[in-house]
């Protein structure tokens, strides 16, 4: 079992539209919680770092944590052409020796 | 304020022969990681230091890989000798570091990316 799942997509939505991205996790140690953007040939980008269960709110993006279902999502509020990316989540286990574990991304689509 | 710094951006090289990597993390961060992404799939972390002190290398093929960074600042990956699966592109990030809310955010150098003939 992976440490951090992500469906690979491609994920497709209308400009305008909600996308949202979703990510599950298998160490219920995992304390911390990363989005990443990543286009294609570039380095991942930080969106949203998360640490509590509830929603964390940042522009047109929203992180939504849930540890007693071990999962974190992503909420993406009028959609942009320019959103689309993959989008890699990432999380971190501290009592392990502060283990990263990155999913192998969702790759998102937004058409104009 | 200066990002993350990697060089070089790209090399080739044939199976067998060593390459490096150099990296220069953000000015005051305490923590560097060096990942391994393979086209298609996520960054898979090789090796971090806190400080100049290594933190977990347990992903790091202690065989053909080294990484080392003096001086707490400054850090070095290698690859001798270079396979045909090293081809990849190799991160450097860096973090604030040890405790806090915002030790763990990683941000990430351009990267390097290695071919492997």
């Known amino acids: 079992q992976k440490e951090v799942e992500q469906n690979s997509g491609p994920l497709s939505v209308p400009e305008g539209a909600i996308a949202s991205l979703n990510c599950t996790y298998s160490d219920r140690g995992s304390q911390s919680f990363f989005w990443y953007r990543q286009y294609s040939g570039k380095s991942p980008e930080l969106i949203m770092s998360i640490y509590s269960n509830g929603d964390k709110e940042d522009g047109r993006f929203t992180a939504q944590l849930n540890k007693a279902s071990q999962y974190v999502s992503l909420l993406i509020r009028d959609s942009q052409p320019s959103d689309s990316a993959t989008y890699l989540c990432a999380v971190n286990i501290q009592y392990n020796f502060n283990k990263f574990y990155f999913g192998s991304g969702t790759k998102l689509n937004v058409k104009p | 304020e200066a990002g993350v710094a990697q060089s070089p951006r790209y090399k080739i090289i044939e199976k067998r022969q060593s390459v490096a990597f150099w990296c220069n993390p953000i000015s005051g961060h305490a923590t560097l990681y060096w990942y391994q992404q393979i086209l298609g799939q996520g960054p898979k972390l090789l090796i971090q230091?806190?400080?100049?002190?290594?933190?977990?290398d347990s992903q790091l093929p202690k065989d053909r890989f080294s990484a080392e960074r003096l001086k707490g600042v400054d850090s070095t990956l290698k690859i001798q000798p270079a396979k045909l699966e090293d081809s990849a592109v190799y991160l450097c990030?860096?973090?604030?570091?040890?405790?806090?809310?915002?030790?763990?955010?990683?941000?990430f150098g351009p990267g390097t990316r290695l071919t492997v003939t």
């Open positions: 990030a860096s973090s604030l570091g040890p405790e806090g809310p915002l030790s763990y955010e990683q941000y």
């Open positions: 230091f806190q400080n100049n002190g290594v933190v977990d």
